[in-house]
């Protein structure tokens, strides 16, 4: 088990040496990894802290590019710079180019815009003329998860703490603990910085909710 996983079997109780119900193998760490999966995609999008750059040459009369990354897919995408022309491309979406511009799959010229489609297509406005130009894309990257210990852990040193929390605060909330279960979230929360100056009023009730697997239960 990594050094994470480590840290929360530690903080519900278990002893990482010698666990009674999470055992050191791919099936008894599972509920474990998902949790800690789950809070390093989260964190990655409220941060957007994992960032790549990606050099992408245009083609003629193309207007959509599908991307597939090694470690991940695109969350989104913060900039867009055009490396001939010099300038940053501005952000758009199918709505507004349809009411902007009702041939814009026909318009021909050099990009001005550019919009993404889901979590892996990026297409420019209007569509290049020639295939002489290149832009510089980057992306924030959600992960992929990973599912051994061997694995690498695509995220920040920083942020460690906060993926602890968040898998411990969702291992009390399937035992039924909300107290637990609230303490660590809000460890998490201000691990990343999130919960200050946040007031809640009395009168909201939280609750938390997974689609996942349930947690194995104690066997003693």
């Known amino acids: 088990m ?11 109780g278990e002893d990482p040496d010698s666990p009674d119900v999470f055992l050191d193998t ?6 474990i990894r998902d949790s800690i999966n789950d809070a390093i995609e989260e964190i990655t999008m409220l941060t957007g802290s994992r ?16 991307f597939a990354l090694n470690n991940g897919h695109i969350g989104w995408v913060t900039d867009a710079w055009s ?3 010099r300038y940053r491309l501005e952000q758009t979406d199918l ?4 009411f902007h511009d009702p041939r814009w799959m026909v318009t021909n010229a050099e990009p001005r815009a550019y919009l993404q489609i889901g979590h892996d297509v990026v297409g420019f406005w209007p569509k290049p003329s020639t295939d002489s130009n290149v832009i510089e894309l980057t992306f924030v990257v959600i992960p992929e998860r ?7 852990i695509m995220l920040r040193d920083d942020y460690h703490y906060a993926a602890v929390h968040y ?6 909330a399937s035992r039924g603990d909300a107290g637990e279960a609230e303490t660590h979230f809000q460890l ?5 910085g999130l919960r200050k100056g946040l007031k809640f009023g009395s009168d909201r009730n939280f609750a938390f909710q997974t689609a996942k697997d349930p947690w194995p239960k104690d066997t003693a």
Do not use: C
């Open 2 to 12: 990594n050094a994470i996983e480590t840290k929360v079997l530690e903080l519900i």
């Open 146 to 152: 990973y599912a051994y210990d061997t694995d690498r």
């Open 83 to 85: 490396v001939n022309q």
């Open 51 to 66: 960032k790549e750059k990606y050099q992408l040459p245009l083609r003629q009369e193309q207007t959509f590019y599908r």
């Open 26 to 31: 791919a099936a008894g760490m599972a509920p």
């Open 167 to 172: 898998a411990v605060s969702e291992y009390w």
């Open 188 to 192: 998490y929360l201000d691990s990343l």
């Open 95 to 98: 709505t507004r180019l349809s």
